[in-house]
C-alpha cells in the first residue's frame, strides 16, 4: 500500500516524458496533413494528404535534396568508416597514443562551423567550395575524427594478438584483414557506419559554408522553408529528413542489445 | 611491429591529411589573419583587430558570456531532467516503451529542433494557442517572448529538448555498469534512507560517471549553430552564429574578428576537452 503513491508518480513521469519525447514527430506529421492551421486553432480545421500527394510535383528541388542528403551521407560514412577503422589501429599501437587521440577529439567535439569558417580559405584556394566533393570532403574531417575515437578501443591487446598471429602463420596485410580482423569487426563497422551517416544527414552550417548554396540538401532545404515561414512544407521535409535517423537509431539499438 | 602494417599507416597519413592538418593550418592562418601577417587586410604585424573585443560595444565577449550562460543553463536543466527520469523510469529506459520513444529527440536535426521550438513556443504557437484555449490571453502579442530572445531561452528549449534522451540513457547505462543498485542496497543496510541513498550515493556516482561526457556536451552546446541561427536574438549571439556573421560580411574590416572569434573558441574548447579529457578512462596502450 505504501509504494502506491510512488508507482503513480512513476507512471505519471512515464507517461508525461514518452508524450513529450514522442511530440515532435507527431506534431510533424498533424502539421503535414494540416489546412489553414492557424492561431488560435490548437487542432488543425482541415486535414488533407494534398502536400504529400503534390510536393514531389510542384518541388522539384526536395526529390533531388533527398538523392543529395543520401548519396554525401553514404559517401562521408564509408569513407570516413573505413579510413578511421584502420587509422585507429595505427593510433592505437602507437606510443603517443593518448596524444593521437586527443587530437582526434578536437574535430569529434569542436563547431563544425567556427572550424568551417577558417578551413573555408583552404578549400576555397582548393578550388573545393561550391561542390558536393568540396562538403564531403569537409564533413570528412569532422566524422573521421569520431570514427578514430570509436575504433581506438576497438583495437586492444587482444586484437592486436589475433593480428600478430595470423601475420606469423604467414597472412599478408589483406589475408589477415579479410579473413580475420575484419569477420570480427562487422558489428562496430556497421555502428560507426550509422553514426557517421547521422552527422553526415544532420549537418547544416558547413554545408552551407562549403556548399555555397549549390548543394542543397535536406536540412537546407528545412531551414529555407521555415525562413519563408512555410509550415507545411517544412513539416514534410522534417519527416523526410528523421525517417532515415529514427530507422538507423533504432536499428542501432537492436544491433546493441543483440550483441552487448 | 607486425600489428601495424603500411595499411594502417596509409590510413593514419589520410586522417591526418584530411582531418588534422587542414584544421592545425586553417587554424594558423586564422592567427595570421587576426594579426595582419596574412590575407587582403596584410600590411605586417599588428595587435590592432585582437585590441577590437576590447572596445566599448564589440559583441565577441557578451557573445562568448552568453554561449557559456546559455550552455551552463541547457547542460544543468538537461540534466536534472534526466536524473530525475531515471531515478524514477528507469526500468522502462531499460527495455520498456521509454527506451523506444528516447530515440526520437535524438533524431532530430538542429534545423527540425529549431523549427518545431519555433511552432510551439512563438507568439502564434502551440503553448500560445493552449494559453488561448485557457483564457490567458486574447492576442499572440500577448505570449511571452520566448524565441528570439535575449536569454536564450528557445535555444535552451531546444538543446534541452534533445539532450534529455541522451543523458537519461547514459545514466542508465551507467547505473548498471557501477553497480548503483548494490551501492544502495549497501548504504540501506548502514541505515541511509531513501533520500539519503538517492542524494548521497547514486546522483554523485552518476554525476562523477557522465562527468566528461556532461564537458563534452558543454562544448558542443557552446558552439551550436542551426538552433541559435533561427531561435536567437539578434544580440547577444552565441559565438558560432556571431563568427559566421563576421566572416560572411561584406566589410572585409570584419574578418579580423571572425577569426579572433574562431580562435577564443577553440582555446576554450580545448581547455574544456583537456578538463574531459583528463577525467576519461584510459585504457593502457596494447603495445
Known sequence: MSNRPANLARIVVVATMGLLFAAPVAYLVLVSFAKHWTFPHLFPPQV???????????????????????FLSVVVAVGSTLV?????????????????LFLSYIPFVMSPVVLGA??????????LVGSTAGVIVA??????????IFFASFWNAERKALGEAARML????????????LPISRQPLLLCFLQTFLFSWFQYGLTVLIGGGTVKTLPVLVYLYTGEANIYYAAAASLLLMIPPLVLLWGNRAITLRFG | MLSRSNLDRAGFLLFLILAILPMAASLAYAAGYSVGLVGLLSEGFTWQYWARPFQEGNQIFASFVFSLLVAGAATAITLAIALLLVLAARRSLDNGLLAHLSTIPLALPGTVLAFLVLQWFSGSGIAARIAYALGLLQTPAQFPGIVHDQYGVGIIIAQVIVGVPF???????LWHNQRIRQLMELAQTIGAGRRQRVAWVA????????????????????????????????????ISVLTMQKYGMFDLQQK?????????????????????WRRMKHEQSPR
Do not use: D, K, N
Not at chain 1, 171 to 181: D, E, I, S, W
Not at chain 2, 203 to 218: D, K, Q, R, S
Open chain 1, 48 to 70: 488533407s494528404a494534398e502536400l504529400w500527394q503534390t510536393i514531389w510535383g510542384r518541388e522539384q528541388g526536395l526529390a533531388s535534396s533527398v538523392a543529395a542528403s543520401i
Open chain 1, 84 to 100: 578511421g577503422f584502420v587509422a585507429a589501429r595505427y593510433v592505437s599501437y602507437h606510443r603517443w597514443r593518448r596524444g593521437l
Open chain 1, 118 to 127: 577558417c578551413v573555408h580559405v583552404i578549400f576555397l584556394r582548393l578550388g
Open chain 1, 139 to 148: 564533413q570528412m574531417m569532422f566524422a573521421l575524427g569520431f570514427a578514430v
Open chain 1, 170 to 181: 604467414g597472412a599478408t596485410t589483406l589475408q589477415t584483414y579479410r579473413r580475420v580482423l
Open chain 2, 167 to 173: 543523458f537519461a540513457l547514459l545514466f542508465a547505462q
Open chain 2, 203 to 238: 546522483i554523485p556516482l552518476l554525476l562523477h560517471g557522465a562527468f566528461p561526457t556532461v564537458i563534452l556536451h558543454l562544448v558542443a552546446v557552446i558552439g551550436v549553430y542551426e538552433v541559435p541561427l533561427l531561435l536567437g536574438a539578434q544580440s547577444p549571439q552565441m
Open chain 2, 256 to 276: 579580423p574578428e571572425a577569426f579572433i572569434c574562431a580562435i577564443l573558441y577553440t582555446l576554450l574548447s580545448l581547455s574544456l576537452i583537456a578538463v574531459a
